[in-house]
């Protein structure tokens, strides 16, 4: 295993330091030994990058990489550019992987020439220390060689996958070949990226055993309880999801087939925006998130994107909540600026 990388691994890097050493301990420690470890420290302002570099002085299949803080797609990014893998995969700093993650995936993915090999998580509470399949196997057990499509409908249909890069390994050529990117800036990037591979991708395979250990915590992304304007802003993120998702089923739509799945993702993510409307306090706040739902034309996304009775239901009922919360002349002053954009 030890003749070529054959698999990348890509870490971003950001004031991790408590919790990174046991994550690279744990990477460290897999059966599967034939590992580039790129660390992209991005702009730490504690010890991490200290830590990073005695691994790497230790390690010589681990470099470390910096830039001025810009977030986990550039950091990602710059990984992608400078691996020099078979295949690629992403760690989060303060994570952990089981011992046969990498042997598992990497031999499913060689062994029957995949573009992407999958496995199952361990969510687990930092705090409390409760942990839960991602998963669950009553919902969906391993599979065969799918195509990347088939796959992310069955993926989608479980109502319990998530569009984290960490579960698998991909192909580094067709990343390369497609020239896809994280997007910068963009909270939850992973739901654009990996609908996006899995579009293109060919031959792709699942096993239900959890191999990675994902920590929430207090300042999880999607843990922290925004209200105000941080929450006005933090739901633009979604929005421009919605945006992006429709324009891949669009544009794909004459090369694949776009399962009902593919759509309802469109409106199941519009209807988290719907629920932040519910959950503000600020009446004015509010009014600010429901003329952006409006003039985005997520509006129109999440009602036109709806295959099923259930769904339809939801988005039907969200209709009514929405026009009758709407403040017409908020809405006239919103829809006469330029689009909202998100950086």
Same mark, same amino acid.
């Given at each position: 295993m030890n003749d070529s990388p054959k698999l990348?691994? *890509?870490?971003?890097? @950001?004031?991790? /330091?408590?919790?990174?050493?046991?994550?690279?301990?744990?990477?460290? $420690?897999?059966t599967w030994t034939a590992l580039e470890i790129i660390i992209v420290n991005d702009g730490s302002t504690d010890n991490s990058?200290? *830590?990073?570099?005695? @691994?790497?002085? /230790?390690?010589?299949?681990?470099?470390?990489?910096?830039?001025?803080? $810009?977030?986990?797609?550039v950091a990602r990014n710059r990984g992608l550019d400078v691996a020099t893998g078979e295949y690629v995969a992403f760690v989060d700093a303060d994570d952990l992987l089981y011992p046969r993650m990498y042997e598992t995936l990497m031999g499913m993915a060689l062994q029957d020439d995949l573009d992407v090999a999958q496995c199952n998580a361990d969510w687990s509470d930092r705090t409390s220390g409760h942990t839960w399949l991602s998963i669950p196997t009553d919902r969906l057990t391993s599979t065969g060689v799918l195509t990347g499509p088939e796959w992310l409908r069955k993926a989608l249909a479980t109502r319990r996958w998530t569009h984290v890069v960490w579960?698998?390994?991909?192909?580094?050529?067709?990343?390369?070949?497609?020239?896809?990117?994280?997007?910068?800036?963009?909270?939850?990037?992973?739901?654009?990226?990996?609908?996006?591979?899995?579009?293109?991708?060919?031959?792709?395979?699942?096993?239900?055993?959890?191999?990675?250990?994902?920590f929430l915590h207090n300042q999880s992304v999607s843990r922290l309880k925004r209200q105000g304007a941080k929450n006005a802003h933090y739901q633009r993120h979604?929005?421009?999801?919605?945006?992006?998702?429709?324009?891949?089923?669009?544009?794909?739509?004459?090369?694949i087939p776009i399962y009902p799945e593919f759509r309802e993702q469109v409106t199941r993510e519009a209807?988290?925006?719907?629920?932040?409307?519910r959950k503000e306090k600020d009446p004015d706040i509010k009014q600010v998130i429901i003329a952006d739902i409006?003039?985005?034309?997520?509006?129109k996304r999440m009602m036109k994107n709806v295959r099923s009775l259930k769904l339809g239901y939801q988005a039907v009922l969200w209709s009514y909540r929405l026009n009758s919360w709407r403040d017409?002349?908020?809405?006239?002053?919103?829809?006469?600026?330029?689009?909202?954009?998100v950086r």
């Open positions: 990348s691994v *890509i870490i971003p890097l @950001y004031n991790a /330091a408590e919790h990174f050493p046991a994550c690279m301990d744990s990477l460290l $420690a897999q990058a200290e *830590i990073a570099q005695a @691994y790497a002085d /230790a390690h010589p299949n681990i470099r470390v990489l910096h830039q001025a803080n $810009a977030g986990a797609s579960m698998g390994v991909y192909r580094l050529s067709l990343i390369r070949e497609l020239n896809l990117k994280f997007v910068p800036g963009l909270h939850h990037q992973d739901i654009v990226w990996t609908t996006e591979f899995m579009f293109n991708a060919r031959r792709a395979r699942y096993t239900q055993e959890a191999y990675y250990k994902y979604y929005i421009k999801i919605t945006r992006l998702l429709d324009k891949l089923n669009n544009d794909f739509a004459a090369n209807l988290r925006v719907c629920h932040a409307v409006f003039s985005s034309g997520m509006y017409k002349r908020i809405a006239a002053r919103r829809t006469a600026r330029r689009p909202i954009r």
